[in-house]
């Protein structure tokens, strides 16, 4: 059976390419979608959806109003959220209040499918662009590395394998080990362990 989704976001345009990119996948159905929060309420009441990804700025309520609500029914939805901003303020609202995900929305398209399936499993799942925050990567460093090597950093921190990885993002695991080695240039990092050292390291002072 297909999974359930409502979608709340206040821009038609970009929850209509959303909404699109969700059900080209195939094994979810998006059952109501809303324009605010008080919408999103009522839709999720109504359909009682496997997931909610509700857009952080809306009217009436915003999603973190619908989000906080939510999360005192004895069976709710996991929340995803989408932002347009990296701010870590936000970020950690999101996962204090009860967020498994947490989407920009400029690579909402892009990552929406491995969000919910990371998410389906019972995982968290961040955009890359958030990723340092919790990763304890600097942001200077971020930056240098491509939206596929954040993503792969973000599943090295997850003890992902290369197996593993290459499995989610529909890649080989040539490529996964040649994204690994990028990084590790990219950071300054030596040796076949040295990125998940890294990352053990920098997860201890955060």
């Known amino acids: ?19 699109e990119m969700i059900l080209a996948h ?30 952080i700025s809306m009217p009436v309520m915003d999603g973190f109003d619908v989000l906080t609500k939510g999360m005192t029914w004895a069976n709710p939805p996991a929340f995803i959220m ?4 990296d701010d870590k303020p936000y970020l950690d609202k999101a996962l204090e209040y009860g967020a498994k995900g947490y989407l920009l929305k400029d690579l909402a398209e892009e990552d929406i499918l491995h969000c919910l399936e990371m998410v389906g499993q019972g995982r968290h799942y961040l955009s890359p662009g958030v990723a340092h925050h919790l990763l304890g990567v ?15 950093l973000m599943l090295v921190s997850d003890y992902k394998t290369n197996a593993e990885i290459a499995e989610l993002l529909s890649a080989s ?3 996964i080990e040649n994204h690994r ?17 890294y990352l053990a390291d920098q997860n201890k002072t955060t």
């Open 1 to 19: 059976m297909n999974k359930t989704i409502v979608v709340a976001d206040d821009h038609p345009i970009f929850r209509r390419g959303l909404v």
């Open 138 to 152: 600097p942001q200077a460093q971020q930056n240098d590395l491509s939206p596929t090597e954040r993503k792969v």
């Open 26 to 55: 195939g094994n979810y159905k998006v059952v109501a979608e809303a324009g605010n929060g008080a919408e999103a309420i009522e839709a999720i009441l109504k359909h009682h959806p496997d997931f909610a990804i509700l857009d």
């Open 181 to 197: 080695a990028h990084i590790c240039k990219k950071l300054g990092l030596h040796g076949p362990h040295a990125l998940a050292q």
């Open 173 to 175: 695991v040539r490529t």
């Open 82 to 85: 989408l932002t347009m901003y």
